[in-house]
């Protein structure tokens, strides 16, 4: 699979080369261990063309994206498994999987986490942001000036990530939440997000489809191979 541009995150790459009603599941609980949401992602300039995604999130510790062209011939994954991050390609007779690092690595897990903003910017057990691939950057969640209604709570507004360099931050990506599903409990679920990479001025829309909770998931979704480069 040909990817042509680094610049841009591996999922909206991945969008350009890979060429329904929405639901809340029941199964929700207090504090969910796993979210899985389903959605469709659309590149600006790109027409009607769009693929599915399904985001797998466990524990805070484990997240998993697989990508697939509507066809399904062809797809990718992107998966970290609490230490690194890897990009699986998928073609119809072969893979190829590799690490990433850097930029790359840092703009994916950013992705992936803004489509989850309340529980995993939550202050108590939310996602650990001291890690490595976020060593260099600074992650930030923006709220809505006014609480919702009566619940006393704020809605995300934006999620930013930020560059950190000779003690100077740089905006670099833009996640931001244009529509949400009517549920409180046990988040506020984003409906419809927009990503913008600031520095290429790509923008892409994903359109949150079904969100299912603890349905259980095995770890091995987020195993990642001894064989990646």
Not at 115 to 138: M, V
Request: glycine fraction near 6%; proline fraction near 4%; charge should be negative.
């Amino acid at each position: 699979m040909n990817i042509p541009s680094r610049s841009w995150n591996t999922l909206l790459c991945l969008a350009i080369c890979l060429l329904g009603g929405t639901s809340l599941s029941a199964q929700i609980q207090a504090e969910p261990i796993s979210i899985v949401i389903h959605s469709t992602i659309q590149l600006d300039g790109d027409g009607d063309k769009s693929f599915e995604m399904v985001v797998s999130s466990k524990e805070q510790k484990y997240i998993r994206a697989s990508i697939r062209n509507p066809k399904k011939t062809a797809g990718a994954d992107i998966i970290y498994n609490g230490k690194a991050i890897a990009v699986v390609e998928r073609g119809t007779l072969q893979s190829k999987s590799r690490v990433v690092s850097g930029d790359e690595a840092a703009a994916d897990l950013f992705d992936l986490i803004a489509l989850n903003p309340e529980y995993h910017f939550r202050k108590i057990d939310g996602f650990n942001f001291n890690i490595p691939t976020f060593k260099a950057y600074h992650v930030e969640l923006q709220y809505e000036a006014e609480p919702i209604g009566e619940t006393g709570r704020w809605r995300p507004l934006k999620a930013l990530l930020y560059k950190e360099q000779d003690a100077v931050s740089t905006l670099v990506r833009i996640a931001e939440y244009t529509k949400f599903f009517d549920q409180i409990d046990p988040y506020f679920q984003p409906k419809e997000l927009t990503f913008t990479d600031v520095m290429t001025g790509d923008i892409g829309h994903i359109s949150v489809d079904k969100i299912e909770y603890n349905i259980g998931l095995p770890s091995f979704l987020f195993d990642i191979s001894d064989e990646t480069d």
